[in-house]
């Protein structure tokens, strides 16, 4: 009898989690990532590398600060007293120097595009329309209305308003066709009129003083502001033609800007060194105060943000802050750089544009240690994880240390001294003559309430 074997099979169907290849790994990358066990006991000096890596980017962020990027093309004859950026451009920007020469630049090339000898003297002011045409005005009494994107080798004069006075600032409406000239009073024309009478004139009913700067709000677009060499700050409204408030601070303002995400916060840049950020609702106060220049704030300029801004000093210094901050986060500097009258952000939020008295405008980056061109996923990564560990760790003695040193001219060091022993003393005084009063006769003034002297409705 043959021995038959018979064989047994068993099937069994099983059923498995299966995650992608590409799950595994990071992006541009083919490296398998790794599961990490984040149990604390498995890790006992995590916080101690966390430092270390916290330590050695902050230092390493220090030593590629590099803000200077560079000058553009030869500048100019004069020094340069204003400066305007393109609202529909992220290219070119327009400059004015004190020889009455007005010039376009291409910031890509750095290089000079269009210039014309547009006033007798300095121009006081330029500025953008919405349809890409370029004002000037000057102490020649006219406001000159060009075209440098025509195609024409030299651009054509389009219109020519003329004043009773020398005209100190623009500023131009962002959607209607309507621009702010001041001199003695604000003069707004039309540009559907050419050479005409302004259509509205604004004035302080008390004030004769020259205003020299007005800004028209690119929000609510219907309120304009202007400082005044009297020490006024008035807010205007188009929409009744009349005067809304006026603020008086302790010395004058020369520059205001508007913020661009806030439609009631601006901010002033004053001869007393500092910058005041205000309510356009609530003029008693000042938001914040920014002090750290040690001489007179020429101007101003919000960044595209809000959220930080940048001002020229007459102490031949730049200087970046952050809106909610009192002191500023970076100063900008050269050997050759003399007293800076304008400054201006770049509407990718990335570069500081500056002129000064030496005749150059220069080029600079918001961040120092920051560099354009295109990254890898694993250089962003890198680039925020650690900024993320200067975040956390920047409470520590020296981290704050290294991210807060700067080396600045001897010059603004001693000055700086100077004005600490300074404002030393007459706090130190106040102090004295408050204790030898009368009890509740001199009450205690916020430092966001002093420089205010008074506010008319």
Not at 260 to 270: D, H, I, Q, Y
Not at 341 to 359: K, R, W
Request: charged fraction near 25%; aromatic fraction near 8%.
């Amino acid at each position: 009898m043959s021995s038959r074997r018979w064989k047994l099979t068993i099937s069994q169907k099983i059923k498995s989690l299966s995650r992608s290849t590409a799950a595994h790994q990071a992006p541009g990358s083919n490296v398998t990532h790794q599961p990490r066990n984040l149990d604390p006991t498995q890790h006992p000096f995590a916080q101690s590398r966390e430092y270390t890596r916290a330590l050695n980017a902050v230092k390493l962020e220090r030593m590629f600060a590099a803000p200077f990027v560079g000058q553009l093309g030869q500048g100019h004859v004069d020094g340069v007293y204003t400066l305007a950026k393109d609202p529909g451009s992220l290219q070119r920007l327009a400059s004015g120097s004190g020889d009455g020469v007005v010039k376009i630049w291409d910031l890509t090339s750095r290089e000079e595009v269009w210039q014309t000898r547009a006033h007798e003297n300095i121009v006081k002011a330029t500025c953008w329309t919405p349809d890409r045409k370029l004002l000037s005005c000057g102490g020649d009494r006219t406001v000159k209305v060009w075209d440098p994107y025509s195609a024409e080798s030299k651009a054509p004069l389009l219109a020519t308003y003329l004043g009773q006075a020398g005209f100190t600032s623009l500023s131009h409406h962002r959607s209607q066709s309507s621009f702010a000239a001041s001199s003695a009073s604000i003069s707004i024309y039309d540009l559907n009129r050419p050479s005409s009478a302004p259509t509205q004139t604004l004035q302080w009913p008390t004030s004769t003083d020259t205003i020299n700067a007005v800004s028209f709000n690119q929000i609510e677009t219907s309120i304009l502001a202007s400082t005044a060499l009297d020490r006024a700050v008035v807010l205007y409204d188009l929409r009744t033609s009349s005067a809304l408030s006026k603020v008086v601070l302790r010395l004058a303002s020369n520059a205001l800007s508007w913020n661009p995400m806030e439609a009631f916060n601006f901010a002033v840049a004053n001869e007393d060194h500092n910058i005041y950020i205000f309510d356009m609702r609530r003029l008693d106060r000042s938001l914040n105060v920014l002090k750290d220049h040690v001489a007179a704030v020429m101007d101003v300029d919000f960044s595209p943000t809000g959220e930080e801004l940048v001002s020229a000093s007459y102490d031949r210094t730049i200087r970046l802050w952050n809106r909610d901050r009192g002191h500023s986060r970076d100063i900008y500097h050269t050997k050759r750089m003399q007293r800076a009258f304008a400054v201006l952000y770049s509407p990718d939020n990335q570069y500081v544009i500056s002129g000064s008295d030496d005749g150059n405008v220069r080029l600079w980056r918001a961040n120092a240690s920051s560099r354009s061109g295109v990254k890898s996923a694993r250089q962003r990564q890198k680039r925020e994880y650690d900024d993320a560990l200067v975040r956390r760790y920047a409470h520590m003695p020296e981290v704050r240390r290294i991210k807060r040193h700067r080396h600045i001219p001897k010059r603004i060091k001693k000055a700086a001294d100077i004005k600490g022993e300074e404002l030393k003393s007459l706090k130190r005084k106040g102090e004295n003559v408050r204790k030898h009063s009368k009890k509740g006769s001199m009450p205690r003034q916020s430092e966001r309430e002093k420089m205010v002297l008074g506010i008319e409705k």
